[in-house]
């Protein structure tokens, strides 16, 4: 076994801890620094807590730890005001959700469903600007019209550096370590992404502690890939730049579990997916479609998911049908529109004030389809 530098353990502590004024046990920090540096001696994880409290770490309780000097009151939310807006079971929060994350109480939801801004470029304010402008510019593809029909916009995620893919990945493994605080142990994380990426945020969240679990595929035939040469295509009329893309993947990761499954539901109601029917299991596999005219003109959202499809994810990623969804990045509130549907409690975060106020009514409107 390789020996790994106190101060690569010092900073995995750091990064998981900080940003949260809650404390955490001895046994989630060790699982998070194992996963990140490899196999090393638990003993030296707990040393090095132990040597270093309290200059850089607090122990709250025996067994228990947190950043050392953290402010209780910013962190829990007292020095933010957030709107809110409440439809059904769903609650909607008009914030950033990275800020939203380190203030929430942690184990507080029993799963998340998200399809998050993958690109992140895509949902800067510069880019969303040209999207509702109607330029096709930068980062979003507008496709051609065809038949009559106007086609929805794309994120262009060949157009991103490598700049912008080691941001992606500095910002997956920071939203997966609030993940992982926000989550009860055994809770699924379900993150859409696409294929060009998923690689990227996959190896982020993994690397934030959190286990992958595999990838559903929504079986959809999009308008991505399947392109000419651009500026040749008369004379290459047989060739495409990219395979017609006909799935999107949707990646599974789980928090990992207290004991073993049957223990981890018994406590915490979380730890599998709910099964489709007594004899039919929860498949990896969705055939689904590109969302209809009708969801699109009651939330107006680029990336929009069908509810026949969300439902069937929702419905699943809490087995005892008991517990709070999360949708971070809720968008205009399809996510918790399907939760509702469910009959679970969910709540969502939305950092765009356009994208609120569409979610203010958008939840109800899709729910009752």
């Given at each position: ?69 953290v402010n209780d009151e910013k962190l829990n939310g007292a020095s933010f005001t ?43 304010e510069k880019e969303q600007t040209k999207l509702r402008n109607g330029n096709g510019g930068g980062v979003w593809r ?228």
């Amino acid at each position: 076994m390789d020996r790994v530098s106190p101060g690569l353990v010092r900073d995995a502590i750091v990064e998981f801890l900080s940003g949260s004024a809650a404390s955490v046990s001895l046994k989630e920090i060790e699982a998070v620094v194992v996963r990140k540096l490899g196999e090393i001696p638990r003993s030296s994880i707990r040393s090095y807590l132990n040597l270093n409290t309290p200059s850089l770490f607090e122990r709250t309780e025996r067994g228990y730890y947190r950043v050392a000097g953290v402010n209780d009151e910013k962190l829990n939310g007292a020095s933010f005001t957030w709107k809110e807006y409440q439809e059904g079971r769903a609650r909607i929060v008009h914030a950033d959700a990275v800020d939203w994350l380190r203030a929430c109480e942690p184990r507080s939801f029993h799963a998340i469903v998200t399809d998050p801004p993958y690109g992140l470029v895509e949902y800067s304010e510069k880019e969303q600007t040209k999207l509702r402008n109607g330029n096709g510019g930068g980062v979003w593809r507008i496709p051609p019209s065809f038949d009559g029909n106007r086609r929805s916009p794309l994120p262009r995620f060949t157009t991103l550096g490598e700049q912008e893919i080691s941001n992606l990945g500095r910002f997956f493994e920071k939203v997966g370590l609030l993940f992982y605080r926000a989550t009860v142990p055994g809770a699924n994380i379900v993150v859409a992404s696409n294929p060009l990426i998923s690689h990227y945020v996959a190896a982020a969240l993994s690397k934030a502690g959190l286990e992958p679990r595999g990838t559903i595929v929504r079986l959809v035939m999009t308008m991505r890939g399947g392109d000419r040469p651009k500026n040749a295509h008369d004379e290459f009329r047989d060739v495409s730049v990219l395979p017609r893309s006909m799935w999107e993947p949707w990646l599974v990761f789980r928090r990992p579990l207290d004991g073993r499954v049957q223990d981890n539901l018994r406590t915490w109601g979380t730890g599998g997916f709910r099964r489709i029917s007594k004899d039919q299991p929860f498949g990896d596999v969705v055939k689904s479609h590109r969302t209809g005219k009708k969801e699109r003109s009651l939330a107006p959202h680029p990336s929009l998911k069908p509810q026949s499809f969300l439902r069937h994810i929702v419905s699943a990623v809490l087995p005892l049908r008991e517990g709070m969804l999360l949708d971070p990045f809720a968008g205009s509130g399809s996510t918790l529109a399907a939760a509702n549907h469910a009959g679970y409690e969910s709540v969502g975060i939305e950092k765009d004030a356009d994208y609120f106020k569409i979610a203010k009514t958008a939840i109800k409107d899709l729910g009752s389809i």
